[in-house]
């Protein structure tokens, strides 16, 4: 343990610096709420695409965790209005990237004051950077490629200060939109959000997926280096692969063998074990030469009770089979509550959607005709404008990083425009499954890596 590692020391989630970034992001919203606020009070008619470039506005110079937060949003097909989903989509979650004295600094605070001899080389510019952290490619002593993962500094307290300001935006939205209660939605943000700041725990989602895909040798998981991680820096192994975008034009058999590993990676932790890796983007999967797949950044990982992962497979069933009464155990398995029978049909338009590639037994593209932006975002937006008549429905949290990774899976088949049979790969994954196999699965391998099981 380093001393940074120590309640209190360190990276305190300090308040005057809580304090700076409130004022930050309050200066940034308040501007766009007083606008929408004042149009509601005087009668004016809405234009929902005008607020949503306010909002896109006013959040465009927020680096950091509340920008990651507002992509959660955008990617969460029924979260948010469609007008708003499109601006906010397109936000950059980068900070400014940490220059080598600050770089410098932080790792003597996280590894001592001889870190660099640790190393048998350290390289200055960041290799990456994203809203937390960014990576450096180092080497160790035997010359092993490594990825150190450098969080940046003060990140408790801005996320802290972003989290009571998502209060704000959500009641700032369900003035502008009755369709979704999204109270759950800003607990389950920001009980992820926090997790994705212990780098310890994401360390151990490595070794669990490690344990999870063990049998799938097309897909290879970092190893953590132990020795040279702590709660705000990751070592791992540097694992060499090429952006999957740089595939697309490749032979249909190539992008269907990665499309194949990719739809493995996701299905089989869930199904198996009831965990997904929540974060869809582009960016954090790889292609090595022989085509096999690395999968990267466990920042995100979900993990589920195994009824949860019983209501999956049942809805599944009932959009097979034709069996509404199988549909509603599978809603009301996941917590929701009070459902009228027109709530019920237009749940099932999202279901339909969700499901249709694994439903029809052949070689299928994901979807015909739509591009990889605009995937779910049609069935979104008429589900939305039924449930702003209906509604509104409070959606239980666990769906928000369910829904946003299957449709991040789906937006890659679609890059990859690959043809496969959905439906054989998901019931292979599936024909084995019962409640008590996979939470004996679950509670052995979640064990192993240290993880704590759903609650």
């Known amino acids: ?143 092993r490629a490594l990825a150190c993962k450098l969080q940046y500094p003060d990140m408790a307290s801005a996320v802290e200060a972003d989290l009571s300001q998502l209060k704000l935006m959500f009641a700032l939205y369900r003035r502008m939109d009755r369709a979704i209660d999204p109270s759950e939605m800003a607990e389950e943000i920001g009980a992820r959000l926090r997790e994705e700041l212990d780098y310890r725990r994401e360390a151990a989602h490595m070794r669990l997926y490690r344990v999870m895909l063990k049998e799938h040798p097309t897909i290879r998981v970092p190893d953590v280096i132990d020795e040279l991680s702590t709660g705000r820096l990751l070592t791992m192994s540097w694992e060499t692969g090429s952006p999957i975008l740089e595939f697309v034009k490749h032979p ?7 499309a194949t590993s990719l739809f493995r990676a996701w299905w089989h932790p869930f199904s198996h074990f009831g965990a997904i890796h929540g974060d869809p983007h582009l960016g954090n999967y790889a292609i090595r030469e022989d085509l096999g797949l690395n999968l990267l950044d466990y920042g995100c990982v979900r993990t589920f009770d195994p009824k949860f992962v019983g209501g999956v497979i049942d809805l599944y069933h009932a959009m097979e089979q034709g069996k509404p009464e199988l549909a509603v155990h599978a809603y009301e398995t996941w917590g929701f509550k009070g459902l009228k029978k027109e709530i019920i049909e237009t749940l099932n338009i999202w279901a339909r959607f969700i499901y249709a590639p694994m439903l029809e037994n052949r070689v299928r593209s994901v979807a015909n005709g739509v591009e990889p932006s605009a995937y779910g975002r049609k069935e979104a937006f008429e589900v939305h404008k039924r449930l702003s008549q209906l509604g509104p429905v409070k959606p239980p949290r666990e769906f928000v990083f369910m829904d946003r990774a299957a449709i991040g899976l789906g937006a890659v088949f679609l890059h990859l425009q690959a043809e496969l049979n959905f ?7 599936i024909e084995s499954f019962t409640l ?20």
Do not use: C
């Open 1 to 143: 343990m380093t001393a940074n590692d120590k309640p209190g020391s360190g990276e305190k989630n300090s308040l005057s610096r809580r304090l700076k970034r409130y004022a930050d992001v309050t200066t940034a919203m308040g501007g766009a709420a007083a606008k929408m606020a004042g149009k509601r009070m005087l009668g004016m008619e809405r234009d929902p695409k005008a607020e949503a470039i306010e909002l896109r506005g006013a959040f465009g110079n927020l680096k950091g965790p509340l920008m990651k937060v507002v992509q959660m949003l955008a990617s969460v097909p029924e979260a948010l209005p469609a007008d708003f989903a499109v601006e906010l989509s397109t936000l950059q979650t980068q900070a400014p990237p940490m220059g080598w004295p600050f770089v410098r600094r932080r790792m003597s605070a996280e590894l001592g004051p001889d870190w660099e001899k640790k190393f048998k080389s350290f390289e200055h510019e960041a290799a990456a950077a994203a809203s937390l952290g960014q990576v450096h490619r180092a080497f160790d002593k035997r010359g």
């Open 252 to 258: 249909l058999a190539d992008r269907n063998r990665i």
């Open 423 to 429: 439906h054989k790969l998901f019931n292979e994954e």
């Open 436 to 455: 008590a196999t996979v939470a004996k699965r679950q509670k052995a391998a979640f064990k192993d890596a240290g993880v704590p099981l759903p609650v």
